[in-house]
């Protein structure tokens, strides 16, 4: 048992989860005694707060995210060519720190997936409270509540670390790398993301209810609210450290150990768009830990940045919490996108049989998009009382990034043209997100323009269009990827047909929900609402019919996955006769990814020229051409 | 031949544009329109739905014709697509062009925020002041004196410039029949512009999530003619000028009229009841406590108390800070009194 205790895992990590919240009794106690405060012993508040810090913290270094670096601080031999903790032979080492990018990979996607099918629930109860006007099933304060944790949920724990997971099982094989940079730093990146999660999801049982003041958190209304508050504003510190960490990690592996022959403009463009979004990551996240920071430090120690009542000169500043929280959330929004372009890009290109159109335009309108992102974010405070002027350059900005997404749309449009299309989940996941993030491109276009973004803005046409961009756009690209590299992931295939019910179902009901939603937005219904005027009735009703079968349809793709992960076809090597290296290696891959360093002799997408190759396994002197698509020689470990 | 699917494409394409444009602009999408602000920003919205459809058709044309004619056939197993790697000429075309119309865009959305947030002179000041989760409007008057009313009243084609502060946390003033909102934030004024144009009854919504009781923080914008405009006010001054003297000027009314007019006053736009539940008036609000069952035998002067001053005694279970403290000041002596009494008379 003692030795269970000492080495790293679960039940190590149960205690130092005891010795956590021992720690925050025992500082709070002596800091508020040293203060003389009144009842320094037993302040409930103080004592979560500090825990809430302290507990995901110790039971990292409980579960062994930290051993080894701790060996080697203290100058204790450490074991550097040491494997045991990498690769995974049965599901329990899915449960245990691993260095290993595909197992990471794999851990991130099943995570967040998790945390998709929580945060989806917490939508239906909502839909359920409004099918009818007047309240229901659940209290305006419950209701607050719902709506914040479905949507920090769902952006901070599914789709930035899913694009996360997808790209950290991709992202080494397509550049011939046999894991990522930092594969320690990778591991703790993920096991930040699980303990945020719990976090946000915790809240609910904190007194008071959970954090109910949207995923936005303005001050000074979250500044004031009860406890539950603060397990988003700590939550969001680890999920966003979780994010940076493995943002960093991604730019050092793409620059530094691309395989010979990889330069830059022979990248897919999944590589690229990761690369890009690791930009956004690593310049904007800072800015939203900074921003929960302030809160926390006025909500438990009374710094009063935000309050403009009290104070010297009665100079806290309202606004400056929304300019520093939306310079990291505009950003977020192509964090949240750029890497479903990248996965929309491999998928039309190889299920079109063509080489994508205009590779560089598609790179350049990436970078386009990171820079221009940041220029952009006031445009969330049309109507916040900001100075009117920064009003005018923010809307110009913001209808010129349209402009580089516009290229990537209609380079997609012109490589199906002419292609040999092959129309399976994948393809039809990619050409449904063409369709719905078109219509959220353009209500974001209309959105730009102030006066009209004035009568809607916090209206359900605002909820529309983030659900467009958001579901019609990210989770589409996502569903998307899981489809498309599932053999890889699994080695085996997933159900087609039931894959395709899934996409017709989602694609239906999606629209049905969401639609609907931009007319009762221009009529004047307000977002974040419990309760809403008569007139609304009809529309509310459809929409959470849809909703529910939306949900529904979830449970397709939920039952595929699980079934077919299972008992699937075992799998080819390269089931899509795709060009990008991780096709040209066994699935699911081996151990340490190539078992010969390949060397890369083409760009990645030359469909339709006889004998063309992305990457060959042998030294570029005894280079052959190779027929396209065809497997190349890889011995697996198998 | 290659000419042929292009032609067949723009045809089908423009048809389409066709329908969608009409179907959109068929829709009804913009609530009551009652102010000089609404014209401009209606327009603006069909111009913005008349340029997006055709480019929306056009994705979705060249989708679908894409899937119709160039879909795998069997036997096609293992046959690729022509290499055509880009097409410069094609490319500088659709960089330019949406750049082009989207500037455009972006100086008529400007010519129109001009044109809705002009100045006048001889505006109507309002002030608006937001709290959790009330909404009081101030009629500054000659001589200093302000009229109060937790309802608004404005003039018809009168100029009016909205003061807005908050005394807690951000809300927003919308009034959606105006098109225009602002947010009201703690420490600062904002300010918007509106010309009412038409006589009625709109709702005044927050649209900025402000708490517990965010969605029943509403109120009811009265456009009425300068004339009984100017009759409300002087009524509303009138009490006050009075000095003194339970009820004023106004008539005394019967216990029974009280009873009816507190009861219309709990059951009203922005009353009681859209926090409270009480099982007599038919209200359902969950925001604050069940007045059927807190309020059982309660005195006269107590239930006056909690009105006025809701954070006297706080209901176990519920916080202090979220009924507002402004009904002392936003109700009229006679509407608190018949509040009083029709409470007192269900709860007994």
Redesign the interface.
């Known amino acids: 048992m003692l030795a269970k205790l000492r080495a790293p895992g679960w039940y190590r990590a149960g205690l130092f989860t005891l010795a956590a919240i021992a720690f925050a009794y025992v500082l709070v106690g002596i800091v508020r005694s040293a203060m003389h405060f009144p009842n320094a012993w037993d302040d409930g508040d103080a004592i979560t707060i500090v825990s809430l810090i302290a507990v995901p913290l110790f039971v990292l270094v409980g579960i062994g995210c930290f051993d080894y670096w701790f060996y080697w601080v203290s100058g204790r031999p450490t074991r550097p060519e040491d494997h045991s903790a990498h690769g995974a032979q049965s599901w329990k080492d899915y449960f245990r720190v691993n260095t290993d990018h595909k197992v990471i990979g794999i851990q991130y996607v099943c995570t967040s997936f998790f945390f998709l099918f929580v945060g989806g629930l917490l939508a239906m109860l909502m839909r359920a409270e409004l099918a009818q006007p007047?309240?229901q099933f659940v209290?305006?304060?419950q209701f607050?509540g719902l709506f914040s944790v479905h949507a920090a949920l769902l952006i901070f724990l599914f789709v930035i670390p899913v694009f996360a997971g997808l790209a950290n099982f991709v992202i080494p094989l397509m550049i011939g790398a046999p894991d990522m940079a930092f594969p320690r730093l990778n591991a703790l990146s993920f096991w930040m993301l699980p303990l945020a999660g719990l976090l946000m999801v915790g809240s609910f049982l904190a007194p008071?209810g959970s954090f109910?003041?949207?995923w936005t958190a303005?001050a000074?209304?979250s500044t004031?609210?009860?406890l539950g508050q603060l397990f988003f504003t700590i939550g969001v510190q680890f999920a966003g450290a979780s994010s940076i960490a493995t943002a960093l990690n991604f730019l050092v592996t793409i620059i530094t150990m691309r395989a010979p022959g990889m330069s830059f403009f022979r990248m897919p463009l999944l590589v690229w768009a990761n690369f890009s979004t690791s930009l956004l990551v690593v310049i904007a996240t800072p800015f939203i830990a900074a921003s929960q920071f302030f809160v926390l430090l006025d909500r438990a120690l009374g710094f009063q940045f935000f309050n403009?009542?009290v104070g010297a000169g009665?100079d806290?500043?309202?606004?400056m919490y929304q300019h520093v929280f939306w310079f990291y959330s505009h950003p977020a929004v192509y964090i949240m996108m750029l890497p479903g372009f990248g996965i929309i890009s491999e998928i039309i290109s190889v299920k079109?049989?063509?080489?994508i159109?205009?590779?560089?335009?598609m790179a350049f309108s990436l970078i386009a998009i990171v820079i221009l992102g940041f220029t952009v974010w006031a445009h969330h405070m049309f109507?916040?009382?900001m100075q009117?002027w920064i009003?005018?350059p923010m809307?110009?900005t913001t209808?010129?990034i349209?402009?580089p997404t516009?290229?990537k749309?209609?380079?997609w449009?012109?490589t199906?043209?002419?292609?040999?299309?092959?129309?399976d989940t994948p393809m039809l996941f990619a050409?449904g997100f063409?369709?719905t993030f078109?219509?959220g491109g353009?209500s974001g276009?209309?959105l730009?323009?102030?006066?009209?973004d004035?009568?809607v803005?916090?209206?359900y046409f605002i909820v529309a269009h983030i659900h467009y961009v958001l579901f019609g756009g990210s989770l589409f690209t996502i569903f998307a990827g899981v489809y498309y590299w599932f053999p890889k992931m699994t080695g085996r295939m997933y159900d087609e047909r039931l894959g395709k019910l899934h996409f017709w179902a989602t694609f239906v009901f999606f629209n049905l929900t969401f639609a609907p939603m931009h007319?009762i937005g221009?009529?004047?219904m307000?977002r974040?609402?419990?309760?809403?005027?008569q007139q609304f009735a009809g529309m509310n009703l459809a929409i959470s019919i849809a909703s529910f079968l939306l949900g529904l349809s979830m449970l397709v793709f939920l039952y595929n996955m699980v079934v077919s992960w299972r008992l699937g076809p075992r799998a080819a090597a390269n089931p899509w006769?795709a060009l990008t290296l991780e096709w040209q290696v066994s699935s699911p891959p081996p151990i340490f990814n190539f078992d010969a360093v390949p060397t890369v002799v083409g760009g990645p997408y030359?469909?339709?020229?006889p004998g063309a190759v992305h990457g060959i396994f042998q030294s570029p002197a005894e280079a052959k051409p190779m027929p396209?698509?065809s497997v190349a020689t890889s011995p697996t470990t198998e | 031949m290659r000419r042929h699917p292009i032609i067949q494409m723009v045809a089908i394409g423009a048809i389409a544009s066709a329908i969608g444009i009409a179907l959109a602009l068929w829709i009804n999408w913009f609530p009551a329109d009652a102010a000089k602000q609404d014209h401009p920003i209606d327009t603006l919205y069909d111009v913005l739905l008349i340029v997006s459809i055709p480019i929306f058709v056009l994705v979705l044309t060249v989708i679908l014709y894409s899937v119709w004619t160039f879909r795998m056939r069997p036997g096609q197993e293992n046959e690729d697509g022509p290499p055509i790697h880009g097409n410069t000429r094609l490319e500088v075309f659709w960089t330019a062009i949406p750049a082009i119309l989207l500037v455009s865009l972006c100086s008529y959305a400007y010519a129109v925020l001009n044109d809705i947030e002009k100045k006048h002179d001889h505006e109507l000041v309002v002030k608006v002041h937001a709290i959790q989760f009330a909404w009081t409007f101030e009629y500054p008057q000659a001589g200093g004196r302000s009229v109060v009313s937790p309802q608004l009243y404005l003039p018809k084609d009168k100029p009016v410039r909205f003061d807005i502060d908050s005394a807690d946390v951000i809300h927003d003033f919308w009034v959606p029949a105006f098109r225009v909102k602002i947010d009201a934030v703690p420490g600062i004024t904002t300010r918007l512009r509106v010309t009412p144009t038409k006589l009625g009854a709109f709702p005044v919504v927050c649209a900025e999530l402000c708490g517990l009781g965010h969605a029943v923080m509403r109120s009811t914008a009265h456009v009425m003619t300068p004339a009984a405009f100017g009759r409300w006010l002087a009524q509303k001054q009138a009490p006050a000028a009075g000095g003194g003297g339970a009820g004023g000027g106004a008539r005394q009314l019967t216990q029974q009229q009280l009873v009816a007019l507190g009861r219309a006053t709990f059951t009203g736009d922005g009353g009681c009841g859209a926090c409270h539940t009480l099982a007599e008036a038919g209200t359902t609000g969950t925001t604050g406590p069940d007045l059927g069952r807190v309020l059982r035998g309660q005195s006269e002067n107590a239930i006056r108390t909690d009105i006025v001053d809701p954070n006297a005694r706080i209901t176990p279970g519920y916080s202090a800070n979220i009924m507002p403290p402004t009904f002392g000041q936003t109700l009229s002596a006679q509407q608190l009194d018949g509040l009083v009494a029709y409470l007192a008379t269900v709860s007994k």
């Open positions: 007047g309240m209290s305006s304060e607050n008071g109910a003041t949207g303005y000074p209304l004031t609210m009860p403009a009542f009665k806290g500043s309202v606004l079109s049989r063509k080489p159109f205009g590779y560089r335009m109507v916040s009382g009117s009003r005018i809307m110009i209808a010129i349209a402009v516009g290229i749309i209609f380079s449009l012109a199906l043209w002419r292609g040999v299309l092959h129309l050409l063409l369709t078109t219509c353009i276009v209309m730009a323009m102030i006066p009209f004035i009568h803005s916090d209206t007319v221009v009529q004047g307000p974040r609402v419990a309760d809403y005027a006769r030359e469909y339709g020229i396209a698509g």
